[in-house]
């Protein structure tokens, strides 16, 4: 064999000797999990009392879609708090029962949201106090923790004469 013919055979001899069609196909099984954002939001009646509802609701698509778990209680007070500051009024206020108004495929126990989680909410006393200028510049809710005391949580709004207050905000990101 000369080395030309050599040079004409090699490639032959080496090239591709499978029966694959070039086209990939994905057989594996994806572990990441998808995330959502969970929000609070709340609207009461604010006088002498504090009457009103929170609403936790927990949207797929990080934020972007469809509402999957949505839970609703009523939060009321009576106890007017004297240890915040800040606030222009603030009270102790306990979560009622709560309602499940969404749960799609099981996604409220995925996030933690599970028949126990809403039991031990029900119940609950939390402080919620409200700022009209924080630091000088916006309305916020402001909460009570045990741990480094009243903190703000979010923007909200407070119309005094109608008694009127809402407020809402992002919690977390969450894989589901």
């Known amino acids: 064999m000369t080395v030309l013919t050599l040079m004409l055979l090699l490639p032959l001899a080496c090239g591709d000797k499978d029966t694959d069609t070039g086209e990939e196909t994905d057989t594996d099984t994806d572990t990441d999990a998808d995330l959502g954002t969970l929000e609070f939001s709340g609207t009461a009646v604010v006088h002498d009392s504090y009457m009103g509802t929170e609403v936790l609701a927990f949207l797929a698509d990080e934020g972007r879609g469809d509402v999957i778990c949505q839970l609703s209680y009523p939060l009321e ?55 009209a200028e924080y630091f000088g510049h916006a309305p916020v809710l402001m909460r009570y923790d045990d741990a480094s005391g009243w903190n703000p949580v979010s923007y909200a709004a407070y119309d005094e004469k109608s008694g009127a207050f809402d407020y809402s905000w992002q919690d977390a990101t969450l894989p589901y």
């Open 77 to 131: 007070g009576a106890a007017l708090r004297s240890d915040c500051d800040e606030c222009d009024w603030a009270f102790d206020v306990t979560a009622g029962t709560v309602e499940v108004q969404t749960d799609v495929d099981g996604a409220c126990d995925a996030i933690g949201w599970g028949k126990a989680a809403r039991a031990a909410l029900t119940g609950t006393a939390r402080g919620y106090g409200y700022v």
